[in-house]
């Protein structure tokens, strides 16, 4: 793998390489392993018929827009597949597939030791970037099935052809559970469906698709109070690992509603109790279970895109409420397997999270990584892709990319404030340590290379935006070089710990930055 690394980057799905593309813009030299041996994250693991049920205006990665065709349309697997190994080539990200992390811990000479497949290395910074769905999960149940039954998590379902003959009992209806019994239907088979409590929600919603609105409401909602979207206002820490509506992205789009499902055939039941002699047992909640699936929309997300349309002022057509749906099926809660003839259940259960490999205290009760805006308390380590990491679209395409800015600016500051204290004894003090270190940007442009050998960094400066809103023009300037020196010559720590550190002092206390320099 070469030289070692500051920036290690686990992962390279769309969260890795979003945070490569801005490791990059903040010149910060970094690497990414991955352990597959392909691009394309974990879209390669999705079945053949797989769309994706975002629709394409989400794709819009950081430094390369959506360009593809119809922004109200759906792209399927491959498309998804090839639209991040186009990403990963375009932005140049310094990828090593093959590089399975087995083990990240912390290095008693400072930074981090990752143990991999293919030897281990050193680094001061590393960022988590290995997904949000990483472990398929299977319900207690599955060991009582009669052993004659195929039984397949959704993670490895390829299409109808896998299942052998007969009725197949699909256990859950998440994204993956709906989308599939749609298939499976199609195809023809009888389909059993254990009906979870994933919200129903509209596809498309006062004139645009229900993500449109998921994104722009997480992103500018706060502007205008409307937190809803946020993490911080999410009423119970369980709700960061709940499902996204069930929205599919199949035939040009379209919502999933259950009861409809039932009408054309599909045999709703509850939830899938027990397995007894070949006998399963469902909840006896269908109508409750029904009504909080078509409830759960109007309670929370529309109620908060509502407010921001009104909030923002935006001309957006009005859109009722769904008419109440009555229509109930009449399946019993007891169905003996070999009466309703299924001798495949899938499992569409859903994902958990797997931080297994990270040998520090660095998870919750949850599993979930403790983080303020993917900064953890492990100076150094970070964590992209989480959901509800800052936002309820931290996950999915449109919103990763938002959190990998603002983690990746960490080290950009970093490295501007080891650069800035470093040359702090060629600034005339100006009274304010603030205004010192814009006065030191311009002390930096003036002199063009400050003496060093030759200027190795052009940095593309967002930081300064987030840093000094309003006096963009005094502090940044897209086109200045700055010398990288700091970094190379002694480290962070060393910096630090010096005299001289007034600046980084103050620009520690900007709320912006707080949470990347621990002084
Ligand atoms: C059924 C389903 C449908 C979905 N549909 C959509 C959709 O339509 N639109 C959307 O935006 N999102 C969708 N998602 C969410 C989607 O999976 C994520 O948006 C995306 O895959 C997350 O990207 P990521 O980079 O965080 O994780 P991943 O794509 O999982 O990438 C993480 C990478 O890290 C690698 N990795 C993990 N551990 C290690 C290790 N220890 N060492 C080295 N490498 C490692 C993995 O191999 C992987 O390539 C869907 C999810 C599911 C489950």
């Not at 999705?46 to 360009?67: A, E, H, V």
């Not at 000479?109 to 293919?118: A, D, P």
């Not at 311009?442 to 593309?460: M, S």
């Amino acid at each position: 793998m070469g030289r070692i690394p500051e920036t290690v980057v686990i992962g390279a799905g769309q969260a890795g390489l979003t945070t490569s593309y801005w490791l990059t813009q903040f010149g910060v030299e970094h690497q990414l392993l991955e352990r597959r041996d392909t691009l394309g994250g974990a879209f390669q693991d999705r079945w053949d018929g797989f769309y994706m049920n975002t629709p394409n205006l989400s794709l819009d990665l950081p430094g390369m827009p959506f360009d593809d065709g119809d922004r109200d349309a759906f792209i399927p697997r491959e498309a998804a597949v090839n639209l991040f190994r186009r990403y990963a080539e375009l932005i140049a990200a310094p990828v090593h597939t093959g590089v399975d992390v087995t083990r990240l811990s912390a290095s008693p000479e400072g930074g981090f030791l990752i143990e991999s497949s293919q030897g281990s290395l050193r680094a001061r910074n590393v960022v988590l970037a290995t997904g949000a769905y990483q472990v398929p999960k299977v319900p207690a149940p599955a060991v009582k099935l009669p052993a004659a039954v195929t039984q397949l998590h959704t993670h490895e379902y390829r299409n109808p052809e896998q299942l052998p003959d007969g009725a197949v009992l699909i256990v859950g209806t998440g994204q993956s559970g709906g989308q599939v019994a749609e298939e499976l239907h199609d195809a023809g088979r009888d389909v059993h469906l254990a009906i979870s409590v994933v919200p129903e929600a509209p596809r498309r919603y006062r004139g645009q698709d229900l993500i449109y609105w998921m994104l722009e409401t997480g992103k500018h909602g706060p502007d205008y109070g409307v937190n809803a979207l946020t993490r911080e206002a999410l009423p119970s820490p369980a709700l960061r690992f709940a499902p996204n509506p069930l929205l599919s992205g199949t035939d040009g789009g379209h919502s999933i509603h259950l009861r409809e499902l039932g009408r054309r055939g599909i045999h709703l039941h509850g939830h899938l109790e027990s397995v007894d002699d070949g006998v399963i047992t469902f909840s006896d909640d269908l109508p409750e279970r029904l009504a909080t699936v078509e409830s759960a929309f109007g309670q929370r997300s529309r109620k908060a895109i509502d407010a921001y349309i009104a909030a923002a002022g935006i001309d957006a057509p009005t859109q009722a409420a769904e008419l109440a749906d009555d229509w109930l099926p009449a399946e019993p809660a007891r169905v003996s397997l070999a009466e309703a003839g299924i001798n495949s259940v899938l499992w569409a259960s859903g994902y958990k999270l797997d931080f297994g490999f990270v040998d520090l205290p660095l998870v919750d009760e949850w599993g979930y990584p403790k983080h303020s805006r993917g900064v953890t308390e492990f100076p150094g380590l970070y964590v992209v892709g989480l959901p509800w990491l800052t936002r309820h679209y931290s996950s999915i395409v449109g919103g990763v990319g938002l959190d990998a800015e603002y983690v990746a600016g960490c080290w950009g500051l970093k490295a501007l404030l080891a650069f800035r204290l470093i040359n702090l004894r060629h600034v005339p003090h100006s009274g304010s340590s603030l205004y010192q270190g814009v006065a030191l940007h311009h002390c930096a442009h003036r002199r063009g290379n400050h003496g060093l050998d030759k200027p190795q960094v052009r940095w593309h400066h967002p930081i300064g935006k987030h840093l000094l809103p309003g006096s963009e023009k005094d502090w940044v300037d897209p086109k200045v070089e700055l010398v990288e020196h700091a970094l190379s010559e002694k480290s962070l720590d060393e910096i630090e710990a010096a005299d001289d550190v007034d600046v980084l002092v103050l620009l520690a206390e900007l709320p912006q930055f707080s949470h990347c320099v621990r002084a």
